[in-house]
């Protein structure tokens, strides 16, 4: 697997993601109603599945796609944004911490585990699968149940203040530590910029959506594409 083909396919998880929440009727060959939005619920490297051949796959590395829409959602505009926090629980380590906030569930779920899986896929890629279990082991604390957890956030609960998510500080040290690596090329550098200032960013408002996040990611691919000419 090169490198090139790796930053293909964080492209094509953020390109399907962007399919999944504005999707078009007109994809399917149907005829479309209202426009509905959509929401995987369940993004993780777990349910990225590696597929080596197929009709639509030319890639002799084969190719990566979304599985698993057990948790998947489709809604309507107006309800778009107004999923419970208790229907939508999946995978610890991936949610987002609104979901812990109990603030109300959106597509920026999805956006939030991306760039989770984004920082574990730039591990293995500079590092090896070891740095995986490395990177949850240093993101592992007591929760506020006392319970050691691995998720890239905490929940911060001080008196006479709502409670609010920080990024753990041993995620940003690791990305640290990810940047000073000597395979870290200006891509990944701009990966991770990405990573850290649209997907892993506390308040889901303030998140980037698919569209914007596959559209740098194209960029991305392209400076990476030069960098191995």
């Not at 964080?10 to 479309?32: C, E, R, T, Y």
């Not at 109603?33 to 369940?42: L, Q, T």
């Not at 920080?166 to 395979?183: D, G, Q, T, Y």
Request: negative net charge; proline residues 5%; aromatic residues 10%.
């Amino acid at each position: 697997m090169t490198v090139l083909w790796s930053f293909r396919q964080m492209a094509g998880i953020a390109s399907a993601s962007d399919q999944l929440h504005n999707f078009q009727a007109s994809a399917l060959g149907v005829k479309g109603g209202e426009p509905k939005y959509g929401r995987h619920g369940d993004l993780k490297p777990e349910n990225l599945l590696w597929f080596e051949k197929g009709p639509d796959i030319d890639n002799e590395n084969g190719i990566l796609q979304i599985a698993d829409f057990g948790k998947g959602k489709f809604n309507l505009m107006e309800s778009r944004s107004r999923i419970s926090p208790s229907a939508a629980h999946a995978s610890p380590t991936y949610e987002p911490p609104e979901l812990w906030l109990f603030k109300p569930i959106s597509r920026a779920y999805d956006i939030w585990s991306l760039g989770a899986t984004y920082l574990e896929f730039v591990t293995w890629l500079l590092l090896d699968p070891r740095g995986i279990g490395l990177f949850s082991d240093g993101r592992g604390e007591p929760n506020s149940a006392g319970i050691d957890d691995d998720t890239f956030y905490t929940i911060i609960r001080e008196r006479n203040q709502e409670p609010y998510a920080e990024v753990r500080h041993s995620v940003l040290e690791w990305v640290a530590k990810l940047r000073e690596h000597e395979k870290c090329s200006e891509a990944v550098h701009e990966l991770l910029d990405l990573t850290m200032e649209e997907l892993l960013v506390e308040n889901p408002q303030d998140r980037g959506d698919a569209k914007k996040i596959d559209t740098r990611l194209d960029d991305i691919v392209k400076k990476a594409k030069d960098e191995t000419v």
